[in-house]
């Protein structure tokens, strides 16, 4: 069973810009969630999705969002970049809460 | 509000001794409990998980972890370390009553010399 794929990998933006990230889950799961990890905030959860419905949102700003299809494909799209935002993003997945949740190996954006 | 805590930032081992990360949490009702590693450059990966049952909880790679209500911990422990085994190591939790997220420590940077 293919893991959990995100794209791109890579990503390099400037200030003011807006970047979109895509997350594949793994087949047959049904939750996709967003984290947002820095070597100084550690691993900081954006959303979670279930069924194409948002189910729980971090604190986080509103250019921060999120979709989900009904294919269980995921989006997290971030608007009016800052520096700030440089970060690894991190999609994981999973069957339902109760389950552990698989990784993908994370886009890294640069926000210069 | 759920937390977790993570008291050492890096654990010192010599490869073959037993090893042991610790991790506390704290939640309102009954937790589900988790371990992932986390590679340079790499996602996480899951290690184990405590739901129900038996408080002695084996994983991948060797690794097992405790549950400890009274305690509110979770420690996870190796009996021999392995070069290999040096990673960034999370311990993550959800309380199963409540449609909250899953929980995250700071991590702990686990590093094995030969």
């Known amino acids: 069973k293919a893991g959990v794929t995100q794209t791109p990998r890579y990503l390099i933006k400037t200030r003011g810009q807006q970047v979109t990230l895509s997350c594949s889950p793994i087949?047959?799961?049904?939750?996709v969630s967003w984290y947002q990890q820095t070597p100084g905030q550690g691993l900081q959860f954006l959303f979670e999705y279930f069924s194409e419905t948002q189910r729980n949102k971090g604190n986080f700003p509103g250019r921060f969002s999120g979709r989900q299809f009904s294919n269980s494909r995921s989006e997290m799209n971030v608007s009016t970049l800052e520096l700030g935002d440089s970060a690894l993003y991190l999609c994981?997945?999973?069957?339902?809460?109760?389950?552990?949740?698989?990784f993908g190996p994370g886009t890294r954006l640069t926000v210069l | 509000a759920q937390s977790v805590a993570q008291p050492e930032d890096q654990v010192n081992v010599a490869e073959g001794n037993p090893l042991t990360v610790k991790c506390t949490y704290s939640v309102s009702g009954n937790p589900y409990l988790f371990w992932y590693v986390q590679y340079p450059n790499r996602g996480l990966q899951f290690l184990l998980k405590?739901?129900?049952?038996?408080?002695l909880v084996k994983g991948s790679y060797g690794f097992e972890a405790e549950f400890n209500k009274s305690q509110t911990s979770f420690h996870l422990k190796k009996p021999s370390a392995l070069v290999s085994d040096s990673a960034l190591y999370f311990c993550a939790v959800r309380d199963r009553g409540s449609q909250g997220n899953l929980i995250f420590g700071k991590g702990t940077k686990l590093s094995v010399k030969p």
């Open positions: 405590y739901i129900t049952g038996d408080n």
């Open positions: 994981a997945s999973s069957y339902d809460r109760e389950r552990e949740q698989f």
């Open positions: 087949s047959g799961h049904r939750s």
